[in-house]
Structures are given as structure tokens and as C-alpha cells.
Nanobody, 120 residues
Framework: QVQLQESGPGLVKPSQTLSLTCTVSGGSITTNSYYWTWIRQTPGKGMEWIGCIASGGSTYYSPSLKTRTSISRDTSKNQFTLQLNSVTPEDTAVYYC????????????WGQGTQVTVSS
């Protein structure tokens, strides 16, 4: 059974960098053709795909967030990380990591989600 767990600060100041880590257990992030994904949910916009890192290491980003987003991984720890720069209060959301088994944003395993608030 694959399990994902988000971790990181729950409060970030405006203009700073949001950094979250997803720890994966029950399967390696480097095997098979999976896409390890970050998604967020806001009251106003609903679910928003942020980006992903493929099992081979390629990264893909939402066009609307691309200039501020970086997704990386630490294969020794079986973790992948989201960095979102220059945050504003509009980046306040529940952030989820998930596994996409298709490359078409079909998600079969999710973390429980973590609330991140952007506020001074």
C-alpha cells in the first residue's frame, strides 16, 4: 500500500518561499511510470494542479505557476519537494501530494493534505 505524507510549515509570510515535502512509503518514486504530483485546494478556485515530477526525473508545471514553482526529489529519502516562490495570500490553500498513474492527472494515492496560510 502506497502512502504519502506532506510536511512543512503551516504559515508563510508574503513574498517568502513556501516549501513542502512529500514522503512516500510502500513504493519507490523512481520506479514505474508514475508522476508524483502537487495539487492545492482553495475555497475560491477549487482544486488546482501545480505540477509533478516523473519517475524518470522530468518535471512539469502549471503554466500559471511555472515561473514561481520548482519540484525536486531526494531519491535516498524517497521524498519529493515543492517550492513556491514569492507567495501572496492567494496562495493560501490546502496542499496535497499525490501519485498520478497515467500522466493525465489520474490520481490513485493522496496524502492527507496540509493547510498553508500566507499571512504577515
Amino acid at each position: 500500500q502506497v502512502q504519502l505524507q506532506e510536511s512543512g510549515p503551516g504559515l508563510v509570510k508574503p513574498s517568502q518561499t513556501l516549501s513542502l515535502t512529500c514522503t512516500v512509503s510502500g513504493g519507490s518514486i523512481t520506479t514505474n511510470s508514475y508522476y508524483w504530483t502537487w495539487i492545492r485546494q482553495t475555497p475560491g478556485k477549487g482544486m488546482e494542479w501545480i505540477g509533478c515530477i516523473a519517475s524518470g526525473g522530468s518535471t512539469y508545471y502549471s503554466p500559471s505557476l511555472k515561473t514561481r514553482t520548482s519540484i525536486s526529489r531526494d531519491t535516498s529519502k524517497n521524498q519529493f519537494t515543492l517550492q513556491l516562490n514569492s507567495v501572496t495570500p492567494e496562495d493560501t490553500a490546502v496542499y496535497y501530494c499525490a501519485r498520478d498513474f497515467s500522466g493525465w492527472i489520474l490520481l490513485d494515492y493522496w496524502g492527507q493534505g496540509t493547510q498553508v496560510t500566507v499571512s504577515s
